[in-house]
T-cell receptor, first 114, second 111 residues
């Protein structure tokens, strides 16, 4: 299994541009989520999904959209990039059948908005 | 979810045990203590979790006080590769439950 994969690894955007961060998992996990991590800070939840067709907001959802059309993919869209969205973005997934409900994280996407 | 308090940083000598404390005085009866770590900007990695009994796995041990208001993560023989930020998270163990990360403890293992 590849686990949780994220693309791209690095991205530079200009203010006002839009883009989609990709996240995919091959573990058949139903729960997926997006976090952002600013320098020297802990992770903050942006959006999450408990299954295909179901999404909900986390702690910091403004400026981001998500959709979940398949179990495997959970893309994060930046509608109009702002410098405040410069951050490292992590995607995570979790299985409903595991005893721990532990979350598996991807390697992250480093986004800079100028 | 209950809030947690961790020291901002700790040092440990290589080969010695690293003991990372966490206070969670407002923990509820159905909330578990989870530990994750993040090595140099990689994605966080699950370490261990527990409810009220002490737990051990291949990575670490978790000691929870009898009143459940605090816990200690123990890395028995710390190596340089254990240098990371360690997060103590208290949450209900249910499907779809969110993780709430604090600032964590920066553990520096030194040779």
């Amino acid at each position: 299994n590849a686990g949780v994969t994220q693309t791209p690894k690095f991205q530079v955007l200009k203010t006002g541009q839009s883009m989609t961060l990709q996240c995919a998992q091959d573990m058949n996990h139903e729960y997926m989520s997006w976090y952002r991590q600013d320098p020297g800070m802990g992770l903050r939840l942006i959006h999450y999904s408990v299954g295909a067709g179901i999404t909900d907001q986390g702690e910091v959802p403004n400026g981001y959209n998500v959709s979940r059309s398949t179990t495997e993919d959970f893309p994060l869209r930046l509608l109009s990039a702002a410098p405040s969205q410069t951050s490292v973005y992590f995607c995570a997934s979790s299985s409903p059948t595991g005893a721990t409900y532990e979350q598996y994280f991807g390697p992250g996407t480093r986004l800079t908005v100028t | 979810d209950a809030k947690t308090t961790q020291p901002p940083s700790m040092d440990c000598a290589e080969g010695r045990a690293a003991n990372l404390p966490c206070n969670h005085s407002t923990i509820s009866g159905n909330e578990y203590v989870y530990w994750y770590r993040q090595i140099h900007s990689q994605g966080p990695q699950y370490i261990i979790h527990g409810l009220k009994n002490n737990e051990t796995n291949e990575m670490a041990s978790l000691i929870i006080t009898e009143d459940r208001k605090s816990s200690t993560l123990i890395l028995p023989h710390a190596t340089l590769r254990d240098t990371a930020v360690y997060y103590c998270i208290v949450r209900v163990r249910e499907y779809g439950n969110k993780l709430v990360f604090g600032a964590g403890t920066i553990l520096r293992v030194k040779s």
